[in-house]
T-cell receptor
Framework: EPEVTQTPSHQVTQMGQEVILRCVPI?????FYWYRQILGQKVEFLVS????????KSEIFDDQFSVERPDGSNFTLKIRSTKLEDSAMYFC???????????FGAGTRLSVL | AQKVTQAQTEISVVEKEDVTLDCVYE???????LFWYKQPPSGELVFLIRRNSFDEQNEISGRYSWNFQKSTSSFNFTITASQVVDSAVYFCALSEFSNTGNQFYFGTGTSLTVIP
């Protein structure tokens, strides 16, 4: 069964460092998403991406964040200068059509020290 | 305002008991989707069910059943004869229609513990 793949599963970084979280969406999907889940809290929408551009973003997705689809398979989330409060689980998701189910990756746990 | 409310933060049941997880949503759209996801201790989000706003028929899948009622804006999830493996956090989510992809609004989750 096709799945969304995220790497790494756990990333530890120092405050102020840049991190790139990587995702490989399901191959024929067109819509891509990043979500964040702070430990013990709900899953929060960050950004959606369609047709090589951001289609929606939340208040959380400020100038420190950026997304990119550098090639035909990867979808990345970059945090330019990490803060302690960026520590969370980050989920990538993809869907084939607007109405279709969003399939989530297993997540990347980001720990900012 | 919360778009998805899961009032039950934590529930504990004894194995084989039935348990219902509540979900109340809020939207002005006439076309929307409702979902339930399971998040086991390992952390991934596992899709359980999707319902569109035009289909109020209840659904049963094995020990799982869902009760969608537009009149009360609720989409409740029942596990029959619960098992220890059902222990997880369950999230209800709402997806509103958008031309450029659907943003999901998640509830705060209900942590279910099934005691052997």
């Amino acid at each position: 069964e096709p799945e969304v793949t995220q790497t790494p599963s756990h990333q530890v970084t120092q405050m102020g460092q840049e991190v790139i979280l990587r995702c490989v969406p399901i191959s024929n999907h067109l819509y891509f998403y990043w979500y964040r889940q702070i430990l013990g809290q709900k899953v929060e929408f960050l950004v959606s991406f369609y047709n090589n551009e951001i289609s929606e973003k939340s208040e959380i997705f400020d100038d420190q964040f950026s997304v990119e689809r550098p090639d035909g398979s990867n979808f990345t989330l970059k945090i330019r200068s990490t803060k302690l409060e960026d520590s969370a689980m980050y989920f990538c998701a993809s869907t084939g059509t607007r109405q279709n189910i969003q399939y989530f990756g297993a997540g990347t746990r980001l720990s900012v020290l | 305002a919360q778009k998805v409310t899961q009032a039950q933060t934590e529930i504990s049941v004894v194995e084989k008991e039935d348990v219902t997880l509540d979900c109340v949503y809020e939207t002005r759209d006439t076309t929307y989707y409702l979902f339930w996801y399971k998040q086991p201790p390992s952390g991934e989000l596992v899709f359980l069910i999707r319902r569109n706003s035009f289909d109020e028929q209840n659904e049963i899948s094995g020990r799982y059943s869902w009760n969608f009622q537009k009149s009360t804006s609720s989409f409740n999830f029942t596990i029959t004869a619960s098992q220890v493996v059902d222990s997880a956090v369950y999230f209800c989510a709402l997806s509103e229609f958008s031309n450029t992809g659907n943003q999901f609004y998640f509830g705060t989750g209900t942590s279910l513990t099934v005691i052997p």
